[in-house]
């Protein structure tokens, strides 16, 4: 295991065996650091601390068990992405999750169980049925027809991990499932790009947590199933046709923006959405494509954030961390290992401002 960490540590670092051996001044070289990843080797106590620090990751991620695997890895990104760079992310990936599962472990928490809304994967026919299947899954989890205020809070208490992270620029985000060790229920997880809007994750949560109930043997098209799934949870049908109508011959900018805020999607999706309902006609929902919606695809009109990353962010971790630290569960030295965060922040977490 410890030379498959190293693998994974040192893709994620982005060195080669050469520049980490360089990195801790040449104490042992790229032969022998390659030894080290095929398990023909075993490094001493000292140079494992170089390699760790060197390679910004800790002992315990080094030694750990908690994710033995990345399972039907679907990364969103540029078609001109290199193996290199995916390795590299998914590295970033597991050793985030690697924090995360420990934290629950501490606390000896299940809530890692992903419990399917559906009794089975959903056999889609066609991309329409897809609607039918976001009401389903609304009516199991008790959420009405409001607006959803956090999608990422909400798959996270449903047993979905999501991670926000600041991925390269040419990865939006990735889904999977976790292979765990010790015989431990997988885990699916989502992760999105803090660099995207907040608009498009939320759109892509959804989105893949279609991916997550359609039957994978379904004839219908499941990139165009899950669009429609996502815009159906986010926009419920007769929620939307209480706001703007049963049928309009035009909208007004303005309401595209009001209804862009209230369901917290991007005004492109609103007008998709609309079309889907026949709120809209093909031609009307087209001809504003050309016209006043024309930028909408490259730049989101009136954003709703003005950070990207700054809202809807992944919660639960560090709740749980501050939970384990409060109760005494662990460390402050541990807890500032899990979070990435210096002592003083958290400190601050804990305690409040000093000021206070």
């Avoid at 590295?91 to 599962?101: C, D, F, G, K, N």
């Avoid at 009794?119 to 959803?148: C, H, Q």
Wanted: a negative charge.
């Amino acid at each position: 295991m410890l030379g498959e960490r190293l693998v994974l540590a040192r893709k994620k670092a982005g060195h080669s065996l050469r520049s980490l051996s360089d990195a801790i001044d040449g104490r042992v070289s790229a032969q022998a650091i390659g030894k080290y990843e095929r398990n023909e080797m075993t490094p001493s106590s000292d140079v494992l601390s170089l390699l760790a620090k060197a390679l910004d990751v800790s002992m315990s991620f080094l030694f750990s068990n908690q994710v033995e695997e990345l399972l039907d890895v679907d990364f969103r990104k540029k078609s001109t992405t290199s193996a290199q760079e995916r390795a590299q992310v998914e590295a970033l990936v597991i050793e985030h999750l690697e924090r995360y599962l420990e934290i629950e472990d501490i606390l000896q928490l299940n809530s890692s169980e992903w419990v399917m809304p559906l009794s089975k994967p959903r056999f889609l026919k066609t991309e329409a049925e897809a609607e039918a299947m976001a009401m389903e899954v609304r009516n199991e989890w008790n959420l009405g027809e409001d607006p959803i205020p956090d999608m990422t809070e909400l798959l996270e208490e449903q047993g979905i991990k999501v991670l926000i992270l600041d991925l390269p620029d040419d990865f939006s985000g990735l889904t999977s499932i976790v292979r765990r060790g010790n015989g431990k229920p997988e885990v699916p997880v989502i992760v999105i790009s803090q660099n995207v809007t907040l608009e498009r994750r939320r759109f892509t949560l959804a989105h893949e947590l279609a991916h997550r109930l359609i039957d994978e043997g379904s004839p219908c098209n499941h990139e165009k199933a899950s669009d429609m799934f996502a815009g159906a949870f986010l926009m419920v049908a007769s929620h939307v046709r209480a706001q703007i109508g049963e049928f309009r011959k035009s909208i007004s900018y303005a309401e595209i923006l009001d209804i862009k805020r209230m369901y917290r999607v991007s005004a492109a999706a609103v007008l998709v959405r609309l079309k889907q309902l026949g709120i809209l006609s093909s031609t009307a929902v087209n001809y504003a494509f050309r016209t006043f919606a024309k930028p909408w695809r490259i730049e989101e009109p009136d954003p709703l954030e003005v950070e990207l990353g700054s809202q809807e962010k992944a919660k639960r971790f560090e709740r749980l961390c501050l939970r384990a630290l409060s109760e005494r569960y662990i460390s402050l030295s541990k807890g500032v290992e899990l979070l990435r965060v210096s002592l003083p922040d958290l400190e601050e977490k804990l305690k409040g401002p000093v000021q206070a």
